[in-house]
């Protein structure tokens, strides 16, 4: 038990049950979130998400967080229920901290993935009875190989590498069609551009989604609500901040918005 | 045998002068504050006896490495488990110490027929603001102090007193001060246990060692360079100034050559 540095199975010891199945009420409609999205660029990895949550028709909440940062190399990108969603956050950030400290070492970047599989795994029946979907991306800095990677997960666990990209969520078909035709017919790949211009094709790319998706938040300069963009490059993770989101959209992205 | 309380007692005693034996040749461990944070700093012949406990907690520890790593894992699942469940401010070194670990270690040195843990542990806290960090020593029997600004761990009472005496007359404002401060402070400790070692007479290393002899600088880093013949300085910091929610990293090779008083830089690290 302690021994392997195991943090999740100290707390199912202690009793604890990660995303108890319950039958969804057909008359109510849960919260859920919504577009995300992570492609490699020059230095690394972006990851983006809008700041929408709904339910049903009702906007929710207007300033969600859906690009968790759990370690200084690692960032989960959420989309489906929020209260699972954060739940698993928790637990692979004090997983992660667990293993290092009792260890005396960082978990493998392998370790990190399997770690938030093994968690969508035991939230399946959560997820059938449709109280606890999450269908996350991960990404992070893998020191082992050098690299920053992407990978993706169905509700049940299983994880796949988004080679150039991921996305995830409601809005997320509007992307995806976009990101290849970038990817394939753009000046230049995704993998080569610079950090600003990422940062503007993943603006970009999320006021499209908002556009044909009700439940994805755009961009509302008059509340000063931008996207979340998190970067993850050799030097650790790293969030744009509103000031520099601001200007580039205003420079690069506003016209016809 | 046992039942009888002038027996117990007995055993008791007996088990204390045990303990004191086996703390004789351990290294000290020095905690101290700095501008941006927390220092701890041993000498080791390899393994570590400096870790990484919860965001803003660190641990320093003399005696049994199998014991040490124990109580090291007790506060781990203790920290995690109530940093998941409630918060990370919940996590505090007073809750971790007085109803975690204290009580443990208090319950195995009085159970006369099982061994005791061979362990003095030093826990120290970064605080959300400064000017509170905390400092809680834990002895072999289960005893437990609160210090502020610094705190040390040594053979004896009397080694930790000199110790005491000396760190405090040293600026620790920079982190260059406080690991100056605290190699000298653990030069001073280690010194006290050397020559009661050689006296063969554990009480007498008051009287032993004249106060202007053992605190002299440059006898200080003598000895020092002595030591580094067969141990490696270790320093680890909570520092107060790094990104994210944890605290706690150790000072490479690099950094501590840069931060070393400059009588000691040339020695390999």
């Known amino acids: 038990m302690g021994l392997q540095g195991d943090f999740y199975q100290l707390l199912k010891e202690q009793g604890y049950v990660l995303g108890v199945p319950g039958q969804a009420d057909a008359g109510r409609e849960l919260t859920t979130a919504t577009t995300i999205l992570a492609f490699k660029y020059h230095d690394g990895v972006l990851v983006a998400g809008d700041r929408r949550a709904t339910a049903g028709n009702l906007v929710m909440y207007d300033r969600t967080d859906k690009v968790l940062e759990i370690d200084r190399y690692s960032v989960m990108a959420i989309a489906g229920v929020p209260a699972t969603a954060y739940e698993m956050a928790r637990i692979l950030e004090h997983s992660f901290k667990y293993y290092r400290r009792t260890q005396l070492q960082e978990l493998s970047f392998e370790g990190k993935l399997r770690a938030l599989s093994k968690l969508l795994k035991e939230n399946v029946p959560a997820a059938l009875a449709g109280t606890g979907a999450v269908v996350p991306i991960f990404a992070g800095y893998d020191a082992g190989q050098e690299a920053a990677k992407i990978y993706f997960y169905d509700i049940l666990g299983a994880e796949f590498e988004g080679v150039d990209y991921a996305v995830s969520g409601s809005g997320s078909s509007t992307i995806r069609g976009i990101l290849h035709y970038l990817n394939t017919w753009g000046e230049q790949p995704l993998s080569a551009m610079p950090e600003e211009q990422a940062t503007v094709q993943a603006l970009r790319l999320l006021t499209s989604a908002a556009e044909f998706d009700s439940a994805t938040g755009g961009i509302n300069r008059d509340a000063g609500l931008y996207p979340v963009i998190k970067l993850i490059t050799s030097g650790g993770v790293r969030m744009m901040s509103d000031l520099q989101l601001r200007s580039l959209f205003e420079s690069r992205v506003s016209k016809g918005v | ?269």
């Not at chain 2, 002068?17 to 700095?34: C, E, I, N, R, S």
């Not at chain 2, 790593?69 to 409630?86: I, P």
């Not at chain 2, 027929?113 to 000017?131: G, M, W």
């Not at chain 2, 001073?188 to 063969?200: H, N, T, Y």
Request: glycine fraction near 8%.
């Open chain 2, 1 to 269: 045998m046992y039942e009888e309380p002038y027996r117990w007692v007995e055993a008791v005693g007996n088990r204390r002068h045990y303990l004191d034996d086996q703390f004789k040749t351990g290294a000290p461990v020095v905690g101290v504050t700095y501008e941006g944070g927390i220092l701890l700093m041993t000498m080791s012949k390899g393994t570590s006896k400096l870790y990484e406990i919860y965001d803003r907690l660190a641990l320093g520890g003399m005696g049994h490495p199998a014991d040490l790593e124990k109580l090291r894992f007790n506060l781990l699942e203790m920290a995690h488990v109530e940093g998941f469940n409630r918060s990370a401010s919940d996590v505090t070194g007073g809750r971790l110490v007085k109803y975690g670990i204290a009580p443990v270690i208090k319950q195995a040195f009085e159970e006369v027929f099982k061994a005791p843990f061979i362990v003095k542990i030093l826990l120290v806290e970064l605080s959300q603001t400064s000017r509170k960090d905390g400092f809680l020593t834990i002895n072999y029997d289960g005893t437990f102090e609160e210090k502020s600004e610094y705190a040390v761990l040594a053979a004896t009472s009397v080694v930790e007193q000199k110790m005491v005496e000396y760190l405090r007359q040293q600026d620790h404002v920079s982190l260059e001060d406080a690991v100056g401060g605290a190699i000298r402070t653990w030069a001073v400790g280690d010194r006290v246990q050397r020559r009661a070692l050689e006296d063969g007479e554990g009480q007498n290393e008051a009287k032993a060692d004249s106060d202007q002899q053992g605190t002299d600088s440059e006898a200080l880093y003598a000895h020092l360079r002595r030591c580094l013949d067969e141990k490696t300085i270790e320093c680890a910091v909570l520092d107060r100034h790094v990104p994210g929610s944890s605290k706690y990293r150790v000072l490479t090779a690099d950094e501590l050559s840069a931060v070393l008083p400059k009588d000691l830089r040339p020695t390999r690290l």
